[in-house]
Structures are given as structure tokens and as C-alpha cells.
């Protein structure tokens, strides 16, 4: 079983920045893709971002674009979302995924981080 442990959400005022962080164990990732999703209060979960670990293809929300960049360290096992000029409306918990290349959706999940971004 793969774990995904997440780090580096918190408190920021609305133009600041944020890393945030996720360590995998267990199981090489090299045939896996990354993703970040978020789920704000009374909103369904939606796709951030996401990161192919074969090709490195990326894939960002229409809501993030130009403003969040993720990326990965394989050595590290890490991926990361940078997150910059925040806006309250992305205030969410966000959570880190992993998907097999052939399966139909991400099948393991971090815990979940809180985002919290004042105005």
C-alpha cells in the first residue's frame, strides 16, 4: 500500500504564497500519475492539478492557471504544488492523489491539508 503524506498547508493573506508537499512511501511511482484536488465547504471535490511521472505532462483547473504550478522530485518521491497569488475563493482542504496509469481514477489519497486565505 502506497501512503501519501502532505505537508505545508496553513493560514495566508490573499496574495501570498504557499508550498505544499507530498512525500510517498511504499511503492516506486514511476508508473503512476499525481494529482491535487481540493474540496471547499459545501462543493464537491475538484482537480487541481496533475502531473504524468512517464511523460511529465501537466494539467492544470481553468481557476489556477497562470497561478499554481505543480511538479515532482523523483529522487524524493515528492510532489509539490506551488501556489501563488491566493484569493479566499481557494480556500479548501487540499489533498494529494496517486494514480496507476491503468486504472480509471486515483486510487490512493493523502489525509488532506487545510488552505485558509484571508482577504
Known amino acids: 500500500q502506497v501512503q501519501l503524506v502532505e505537508s505545508g498547508g496553513g493560514l495566508v493573506q490573499a496574495g501570498g504564497s504557499l508550498r505544499l508537499s507530498c512525500a510517498a512511501s511504499?511503492?516506486?511511482?514511476?508508473?503512476?500519475?499525481m494529482g491535487w484536488f481540493r474540496q471547499a465547504p459545501g462543493k464537491e471535490r475538484e482537480l487541481v492539478a496533475r502531473?504524468?511521472?512517464?511523460?511529465?505532462?501537466?494539467l492544470y483547473a481553468d481557476s489556477v492557471k497562470g497561478r499554481f504550478t505543480i511538479s515532482r522530485d523523483n529522487a524524493k518521491k515528492t510532489v509539490y504544488l506551488q501556489m501563488n497569488s491566493l484569493k479566499p475563493e481557494d480556500t479548501a482542504v487540499y489533498y494529494c492523489?496517486?494514480?496507476?496509469?491503468?486504472?480509471?481514477?486515483?486510487?490512493?489519497w493523502g489525509q488532506g491539508t487545510q488552505v485558509t486565505v484571508s482577504s
Open positions: 492523489a496517486a494514480k496507476r496509469v491503468a486504472t480509471s481514477s486515483f486510487d490512493y
Open positions: 511504499g511503492r516506486t511511482f514511476s508508473n503512476y500519475h
Open positions: 502531473i504524468n511521472w512517464n511523460s511529465g505532462n501537466t
